[in-house]
């Protein structure tokens, strides 16, 4: 409020008038987290996403330098990949993150736009819980004399696991012989040996002496 005065009277106060111009204030963009199992997938929602704007409250947000799957948006028929998505579709739970199923935690940029500002952009935050891949065995091989033994040894054994080093092995349908895990002092018949005998050169196939090639 303003009011004049001219020495000796004052006149009435009124309010001034203010020709006001706002800026916008680009968002301001704290944290986007995901939760995530290897191979699965997680559907965004907006509690996974801290975010400040006084002007707005409609965004683009765009994901950058991706790794360890991808971002997609359901277009009301398909999931289809894609590096930008809105509020509107966060709110209709139709944008997710697909774990692409390797051992390594997923990682990315994300940056929100109001359509004039952009904020800055910062890494999202991934809670990654591992799957446990199940062993790939392509091979066991021995080499065998009639009435003879075999010992076993680790590079018998063709196999792959990106998760662990040690297994349990189980024989079945064994014929023409039997295999064998030696406990500290005597050989004895087994169907189930381990990595760690395997490798201490405790685990042999023995051959039964008939005419015809062992099998297992």
Not at 23 to 50: F, K, Q, R, Y
Not at 104 to 124: E, N, Q, Y
Not at 147 to 160: E, K, R, T
């Amino acid at each position: 409020d303003t009011k004049a005065n001219d020495g000796t009277a004052d006149s009435a106060t009124i309010a001034g008038t203010v020709t006001y111009t706002p800026a916008n204030d680009a968002p301001v963009l704290t944290s986007v987290s995901i939760s995530v199992t290897e191979g699965g997938n997680a559907v965004l929602s907006t509690g996974d996403i801290s975010l400040t704007d006084p002007d707005n409250s409609a965004f683009t947000y765009t994901v950058s330098n991706v790794s360890g799957g991808s971002f997609e948006v359901f277009d009301g028929t398909d999931w289809n990949t894609a590096t930008t998505f809105t509020t509107p579709q966060v709110a209709a739970n139709q944008v997710r993150f697909v774990d692409d199923g390797d051992e390594v935690a997923p990682s990315f940029d994300i940056k929100a736009s109001d359509g004039t500002a952009d904020s800055a952009t910062i890494a999202g935050t991934v809670t990654y819980t591992p799957a446990n891949d199940a062993p790939v065995l392509t091979s066991v091989s021995i080499t065998v004399t009639e009435g003879g033994n075999a010992v076993l040894s680790a590079g018998d054994i063709s196999l792959s696991d990106p998760d662990s080093g040690a297994f349990i092995y189980t024989v079945s349908n064994v014929s023409g012989g039997s295999f064998e895990v030696f406990d500290g002092t005597d050989w004895n018949s087994a169907t189930t040996f381990t990595t760690a005998q395997v490798a201490a050169n405790q685990v042999r196939f023995v051959d039964d002496g008939d005419e015809v090639a062992p099998s297992f």
